[in-house]
């Protein structure tokens, strides 16, 4: 069951701009991740923010979640051509050792 | 550094063959998971193992069995391939909390 919902489902942006990428979700969860996807090849972590926290911040990435509304999103300023990629997010749930994957949102980066 | 591998990177068989996607993990963990990845529906989870020779299903799991005989290697098995399982399959390996893929394998049956 798809329980990641990702906003937009495509972005482009012109280099330096900076990139919002949303996450809705429907059930309780203990954390939620961002994994980065290069074309054809495998996912790679980006973050985790727990849900007990509000905000996180990773170099020029920065997350934030709202339990209350269920819903997430990934920034990425100043952003590079080197960013385009897919961008997934997934939430874990409660003693659960699975990752529940949204569909992802497609970022172009334009130079 | 963390390391995760599969068996191909591209593969194409027949309808009606017997196929194994292998998965090795050199981090010690003890859960490992097969995903299939199509356009437009994210990552779907087929089978997951949290210890040797325990498996349990994902949402999708019809179609697919796995293996796995040594902590190290998880191997999912089509066993009389369709072509509706055309796609992109992704290993990952857990380790604390994060999930580390492999580069995939993208499976064309024809």
């Known amino acids: 069951s798809q329980q990641g919902e990702e906003d937009p489902q495509a972005l482009s942006i012109q280099e330096g701009e900076n990139a919002t990428m949303n996450c809705s979700y429907k059930?309780?969860?203990?954390?939620l991740q961002w994994y980065r996807q290069n074309s054809g090849r495998g996912l790679v972590h980006l973050i985790l923010?727990?849900?007990?926290?509000r905000e996180k911040h990773s170099g020029r990435l920065r997350v934030t979640l709202d339990t209350s509304k269920k819903s997430s999103s990934l920034l990425i300023t100043a952003s590079r051509a080197a960013d385009t990629a897919s961008y997934f997010c997934?939430?874990?749930?409660?003693?659960?050792?699975?990752?529940?994957f949204g569909q992802g949102t497609r970022l172009t980066i334009n130079p | 550094d963390v390391k995760v591998t599969q068996s191909s990177r591209y593969l194409v068989k027949r309808t009606g063959e017997k196929v194994f996607l292998e998965c090795v993990q050199d981090?010690?963990?003890?859960?490992m998971f097969w995903y299939r990845q199509d356009p437009g529906l994210g990552l779907r989870l087929i089978y997951f193992?949290?210890?040797?020779?325990?498996?349990e299903k994902g949402d999708i799991p019809e179609g697919y069995s796995v293996s796995r005989e040594k902590k190290e290697r998880f191997s999912l098995i089509l066993e009389s391939a369709s072509t509706n399982q055309t796609s992109m399959y992704l290993c990952?390996?857990?380790?604390?909390?994060?999930?580390?893929f492999g580069p995939g394998t993208r499976l064309t049956v024809t």
């Open positions: 990952a390996s857990r380790g604390q909390i994060m999930q580390y």
């Open positions: 981090m010690d963990h003890e859960n």
């Open positions: 997934a939430t874990a749930g409660g003693g659960a050792q699975k990752l529940v």
């Open positions: 059930t309780s969860i203990n954390n």
């Open positions: 193992s949290y210890d040797v020779k325990m498996k």
């Open positions: 923010i727990r849900s007990n926290e």
